[in-house]
T-cell receptor, first 113, second 113 residues
């Protein structure tokens, strides 16, 4: 158990809908990272927050957004969902600003029908 | 050319074998190099990270970085069935004041008893 929690574990929704994925980092970790993992693209870095501020952006679509709250939990919002958004979404946390030692959560499996 | 290339395998070896996993990269700005292990239906778990060129050893695992060749390796000695997983390389750079994190697609390893 990495100490990172993600909810929900599974999510099934329809195209065009909007969903919110939630992540609680390990106690004391200030950085939260979001990733998308699909079979064809592998693990893609989406976005990083450090202590409430956006720190780095990866291959995040404009339909996706994230935020980190004062209690350091984070939410990833996915809107106007498409079939191709079906994937595993992971959250990771680390104590430092850099990404060398990240601890991953169990992931949220999203299926868009 | 992709920034990070990793042979997806699959790789199947007998128990006790030495396993060599590799990644190549094209961006000379990468300075931190990580290896993650991911069991089926779980989040990635950090195995090792190294900074710049050189070797790092941790038990049965050795990570090597050759920045001149833009090539990194993970060696597993005395491989065990419990090592069966997908191994992901990851690299980090600072570009334009922003952090960049890129993962390889992963190599699936099976160690047969």
């Amino acid at each position: 158990d990495s100490g990172v929690t993600q909810t929900p574990k599974h999510l099934i929704t329809a195209t065009g809908q909007r969903v919110t994925l939630r992540c609680s980092p390990r106690s004391g970790d200030l950085s939260v990272y979001w990733y998308q993992q699909s079979l064809d693209q592998g693990l893609q870095f989406l976005i990083q927050y450090y202590n409430g501020e956006e720190r780095a952006k990866g291959n995040i679509l404009e339909r996706f957004s994230a935020q980190q709250f004062p209690d350091l939990h984070s939410e990833l919002n996915l809107s106007s969902l498409e079939l191709g958004d079906s994937a595993l979404y992971f959250c990771a946390s680390s104590v430092e600003r850099g990404g060398e030692t990240q601890y991953f959560g169990p992931g949220t499996r999203l299926l868009v029908l | 050319q992709k920034e990070v290339e990793q042979d997806p395998g699959p790789l199947s070896v007998p128990e006790g074998a030495i396993v060599s996993l590799n990644c190549t990269y094209s961006n000379s700005a990468f300075q931190y190099f990580m290896w993650y292990r991911q069991y089926s239906r779980k989040g990635p778990e950090l195995l090792m990270y190294t900074y710049s060129s050189g070797n790092k050893e941790d038990g049965r695992f050795t990570a090597q970085v050759d920045k001149s060749s833009k090539y990194i390796s993970l060696f597993i000695r005395d491989s065990q069935p419990s090592d069966s997983a997908t191994y992901l390389c990851a690299m980090r750079a600072m570009e334009g004041g922003s952090e960049k994190l890129v993962f390889g697609k992963g190599t699936k390893l099976t160690v047969n008893p």
